[in-house]
């Protein structure tokens, strides 16, 4: 049986991903290796949780003594790393934290992997997950491709762009059998609410404003996460050693007209008065470094691997509303507690 470590799987795109993973490799073990921060929930896993080829493991990749106890009792043949800190704004207010773990954590699970695999190569596999935001910006016109330099500005992106660095770094200098994938931004089930989409839902939904960063016109390239998770297996399985893919669906939209559409639906899904939710939209202080635009060439991984999402952005949009709609309970509890100590300090100054 081979056996799995995905780190950060109680996270939004980690429980995806451990959930394809368990359900369509059950002769796999799963090992899911997660700190639970703010963002880690379990019950993001709970229809998963009692399959025999599935674990839970409580760990903080930035412990390596830990770590690598954990790698000697399960002696993975790969590991898929998502765990990390993810929101650009937090990283604003304490960039060290993201150092610790994207960077520290990031270069523990490394040695973990080279002191079990010792030079035994065959059949091993080490995915880190990281993003296109490590690219920097681009202006109106232009995609990212692989080749794109790196040019982060927010300390997140900083500390992605290096964790990236470090694991090209063990594929050059070790021939640790690594692959790489720089995604788009993610929306779908289990999102976190300090993100823009599960934000301003939670929003409408209480009625409360919806915060638009400056002038709204900044620009992301969104994936429905099943079709994030649906890429990762396929580059853990298909993509080339030392290689790098970008993951994308080619969606760009303003953060006002996403915004807008957002309204529209989930006026439509509450039977609400059209433009209700609109009135809701505040615009407010920018983000500082905010990266103007985002958009993701996704022709590689199309070409060499033959992926495409199944997804289309209304589709992936009315299933995400359709979610929080029935699960109500997960945003409450999410968003009590520290949540509201956050919320404060970002939006309340
Ligand atoms: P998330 O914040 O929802 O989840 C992160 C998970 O990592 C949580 O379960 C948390 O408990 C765990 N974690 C954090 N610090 C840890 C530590 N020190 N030790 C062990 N576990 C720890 O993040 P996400 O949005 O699911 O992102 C997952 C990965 O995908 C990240 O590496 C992120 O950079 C990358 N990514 C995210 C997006 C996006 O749009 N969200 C896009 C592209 C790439
Ligand atoms: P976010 O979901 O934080 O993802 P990222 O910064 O990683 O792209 O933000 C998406 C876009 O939405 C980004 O341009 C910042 C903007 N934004 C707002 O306008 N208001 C908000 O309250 C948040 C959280 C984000």
């Known amino acids: 049986m081979k056996s799995i470590i995905i780190t950060g799987g109680a996270g939004f795109i980690g429980s995806h991903v451990v959930r394809e993973f368990v359900n369509k490799y059950p002769n796999y073990q799963i090992v899911n290796l997660d700190a639970l921060t703010y963002a880690g929930n379990l019950e993001n896993l709970k229809d ?55 960077v520290v954590g990031t270069v523990n ?5 080279k002191e079990i695999w010792n030079g035994h190569f065959d059949g091993k596999r080490f995915h880190h997950v990281s993003t296109d935001e490590v690219y920097g ?34 594929h ?32 409408i939904l209480h009625g409360k404003p919806l915060p638009i960063y400056g002038d709204g016109k900044f620009t992301r390239d969104w994936l429905f996460v099943i079709d994030h998770a649906r890429a990762i297996d396929l580059v853990y399985h298909k993509g080339k050693n030392g290689g790098s893919y970008n993951i994308g669906g080619f969606n760009e939209w303003q953060n006002i007209d996403l915004v807008r559409e957002l309204c529209k639906q989930m006026d439509e899904k509450l039977g609400r008065p059209a433009h209700t939710s609109e009135q809701l939209i505040t615009f407010v202080k920018d983000r500082p470094g905010h990266d103007l635009r985002y ?29 929080y709609l029935s699960n109500q309970e997960w945003l409450n509890r999410v968003t009590s507690g520290d949540y509201q100590q956050y919320y404060k300090m970002q939006y309340n100054g």
């Open 48 to 102: 998963i949780e009692e399959l025999p080829n599935y674990k839970f493991v409580k760990a903080d990749i930035t412990d390596l003594d830990k770590i690598l106890e954990i790698f000697k009792a399960y002696l993975p043949d790969g590991v898929i790393h998502l765990a990390a800190e993810s929101h650009v704004d937090r990283s604003i207010k304490n960039p060290a934290a993201f150092v610790m773990t994207n």
């Open 109 to 113: 699970l490394l040695n973990a992997a």
């Open 137 to 170: 910006s681009l202006g109106e016109v232009g995609l990212f491709t692989e080749n794109s330099r790196y040019e982060p500005h927010s300390p997140y992106s900083a500390s992605k762009a290096s964790s990236d660095h470090f694991v090209r770094a063990y």
């Open 172 to 203: 050059d200098t070790f021939g640790l059998p690594v692959v790489l994938t720089n995604c788009s931004n993610n929306y779908g089930p289990h999102h976190f609410p300090e993100k823009l989409i599960p934000l301003c839902i939670h929003n």
């Open 295 to 323: 958009a993701i060439d996704a022709t590689k991984i199309h070409r060499e691997l033959g992926y495409s999402p199944t997804v289309t952005f209304e589709q992936g949009l009315s299933k995400t509303i359709d979610w």
